[in-house]
């Protein structure tokens, strides 16, 4: 029965595509190769629009559009599909405030040809994405995996944790560059972010007694700089945060708010899970896993089974969050279902062994406090903070 119902709905859409115009975008900087299907034709026509040119992509469908419709004298649908890239959404939006279907894929999806040495060029690319697309819209949902873009608002306001990421990251390039410029005289013991980190300089002596030299002290006092522009950088974007948080509490049911209201999550971790992940919504826990990359990667031929360990193919951001997580989840909710079941299943063991299964518990955690924001379900044993 259920395989009938299957035919009949891959049927549906079959007829469904029969009068839609189908067309593929493979973007580049200088140019924009479009792949077009019209309806009833089986062949591909591509057309090339200048990098960035939105008015001309929407004139090429309109010109495609109205010829079609001249040839069977009704409306016809256009489907676009494009690959998540440096472009961003931007396409896709403009796509669909002109009335045109559009779906972003997630490139690393799409099966390619397994050749050592495979055909690969823009023609090629744009055929591959109109193909799988085409599948797709005929119920074959397996082909690809199509990306959900998120609103405006949404997209801007996980700006903040991205810059702090970004500036926590040069902030530390910047220290340890100082650090290495002062090994290199025999100076260990400095330390660039104190408050007196100037002074301090002026009374460093390199290991043979001898004062710094004064190309290098200049050198190492213009990183200084840096570093001060970036920690005032960093605190601006940190009070951005917060105050984002304390606006957005007020709403009911926040999950940055609720998330607060847990031992081991601060603003950082609590904006982070709200921003990169529970503003989407998901039917169930696998896709939750799977969107932070920690779902497991089986692998089976014949009687050879193994494991490939997680995934990472979704967030990356959210990745490293929930390992971070779980080592502190460990330390401030010891009590906590989530870590006896870590101690219970590593027990004294370190090293290799433990590393494996706080990932398996990070997976356990993101399901947790997606269950928690989401459906109510306080996860077993977790102690709150004092009000």
Known sequence: MQSVTSATVVATAARANDITLFASLELSKSKWVVTINSPGSGKFSKHVVEGGDGAGLLDLFSRSRAKAEQRYGVPIKAVVIQEAGLDGFWIHRLLVASGIESHVVDAASIAVERRHRRAKTDAIDGETLLRTLMAWARGERRVCSMVRAPSPEDEDRRRLTR??????????????????????????????????????????????????????????????????????????????????????????????????????????????????????????????????????????????????????????????????????????????????????????????????????????LLVALWRYVTQGVVPEGVVFKAA
């Not at 960093?234 to 951005?240: I, K, S, T």
């Not at 010891?334 to 299943?345: G, K, Q």
């Open 163 to 364: 810059e702090r990421g970004t500036l926590l990251k040069e902030r530390i390039r910047h220290t340890n560059r100082v650090k290495g410029l002062l090994s290199g005289q025999g100076v260990r013991d400095y330390n660039p972010l104190r408050r007196d980190r100037l002074e301090r300089l002026e009374a460093l002596r390199t290991g043979d007694g001898r004062e710094l030299p004064p190309l290098l002290k200049a050198e190492i006092r213009r990183e200084l700089e840096r570093i001060a522009l970036v920690t005032m950088q960093l605190a601006a974007v940190e009070r951005a945060r917060d105050a984002l948080i304390r606006t957005q509490a007020e709403e009911r049911n926040n999950p940055a708010a609720q998330l607060l209201k847990l031992k081991s999550l601060g603003p950082e971790f609590a904006s982070l899970l709200w921003l990169e992940t529970f503003f989407r919504s998901f039917d169930n826990r696998r896709q939750v896993a799977a969107y932070g990359g920690l779902s497991p990667s089986p692998w089976q031929s014949g009687g050879v089974e193994r494991d490939q360990g997680i995934s990472k193919s979704g967030n990356r951001r959210l990745r490293k969050t929930m390992i971070e997580l779980a080592w502190l989840w460990l330390r401030h909710q010891p009590d906590s279902a989530l870590s006896r079941w870590f101690r219970a299943r590593v027990g004294v063991a370190k090293g290799r062994v433990r590393r494996i299964a706080i990932v398996a518990l990070a997976r356990k």
